[in-house]
């Protein structure tokens, strides 16, 4: 474990870091397919170091939340562009929890084996492929090409080319944070 970003103990918190950690680890998101503590109580991936700025923290977990618990795209979709984004970034704790969370909405694991090397899995629904494409153009920084932007319009709309937007920035951050704090992913 890294020491980059000191693990923060519940009892050693002040109250702006308490708050953050209460809302991190209540539901919905305690309690789902992949550790967000560790055995001592503190916060595993990138949570702990939310923990260290808590009025950036604060902000960032209720976008986490909003995208992952009340967004519009479907689970399958949502999942897959975000196991995207953590093989295409080398993010170890991103891959080790939303491979588990996209198993338990029916991706596979030769699905997670296409997109853990940057294809889109050939059993991927249209839409799913479109999110696929857009996430691919999103992470290249290149921009999104009239061809891919149209057939994500077709498939998504213009709320779900937001919402997928937002949701890839967002996991973006969430490497970024790991990849500062050198955090891995649990040994499990």
């Known amino acids: 474990m890294s020491d980059r970003f000191p693990l923060l103990r519940p009892a050693a918190m002040d109250a702006e870091q308490r708050s953050l950690y209460e809302e991190i680890t209540a539901p919905p998101r305690a309690g789902g397919p992949f550790r967000i503590r560790h055995d001592d109580g503190t916060l595993a991936g990138p949570f702990n170091a939310l923990l260290h700025a808590p009025a950036i923290g604060q902000a960032v977990q209720h976008l986490g939340a909003a995208l992952r618990f009340g967004g519009t795209l479907p689970d399958r979709t949502r ?21 588990r969370v996209a198993r338990s909405v029916g991706v596979t694991d030769a699905e997670l084996g ?14 799913e492929a479109a999110a696929l494409l857009l996430t691919r153009e999103l992470l290249a920084e290149a921009g999104v090409s009239d061809r891919t932007h149209a057939l994500a319009l077709q498939q998504l709309g213009h709320s779900g080319i937001t919402e997928l937007t937002v949701l ?21």
């Open 168 to 188: 890839v920035g967002y996991y973006r951050t969430l490497a970024g944070l790991l990849a500062a704090g050198d955090i891995p992913a649990p040994d499990e």
């Open 79 to 99: 999942e897959l562009a975000v196991c995207a984004v953590a093989a295409a970034l080398d993010a170890g704790y991103e891959w080790y929890a939303h491979s």
């Open 114 to 127: 296409q997109v853990r090397i940057g294809t889109v899995p050939d059993t991927a629904s249209d839409r």
